[in-house]
């Protein structure tokens, strides 16, 4: 299995950016997919999640209404919008997939997961 993301780079506050995270090597449409973030010195945290057929999302409170996550199911892709970006958003970000059930309290789990992307880089500068 093989997640790729691209789309980071360095974008001024209150810019935007969307970030691709493709798969391969096995059923897309099967997969929960997430992503998260980390900051230098932080721990790795829950950005957002989509369920397998798009229909059910999850995001974190500090995104929640400038990041928007979605998926193409035909192009084995999922996405992430980032909008009104602030300096605080600066970190790799990273996609992840499971193929356990849908469940809201498990999403912000890093073991939730079973698969990870190798990362991008998002900067925002001010």
């Known amino acids: 299995v093989q997640l790729v993301e691209s789309g980071g780079g360095l974008v001024q506050a209150g810019g935007s950016l969307r970030l691709s995270c493709v798969v391969s090597?096995?059923?897309?449409?099967?997969?929960?997919m997430g992503w998260f973030r980390q900051a230098p010195g932080k721990e790795r945290e829950f950005v957002a999640a989509i369920s397998w057929g798009g229909g059910s999302t999850s995001y974190a409170g500090s995104v929640k209404g400038r990041f928007t996550i979605s998926r193409d199911n035909a192009k084995n892709t999922v996405y992430l919008q980032l909008n009104s970006l602030k300096p605080e958003d600066t970190a790799v970000y990273y996609c992840a997939g499971s193929s356990r059930s849908w469940r809201y309290s498990d999403l912000g789990a890093r073991g939730y997961y079973d698969d990870w992307g190798q990362g991008t880089q998002v900067t925002v500068s001010s």
């Open positions: 090597g096995r059923t897309f449409s099967s997969y929960v």
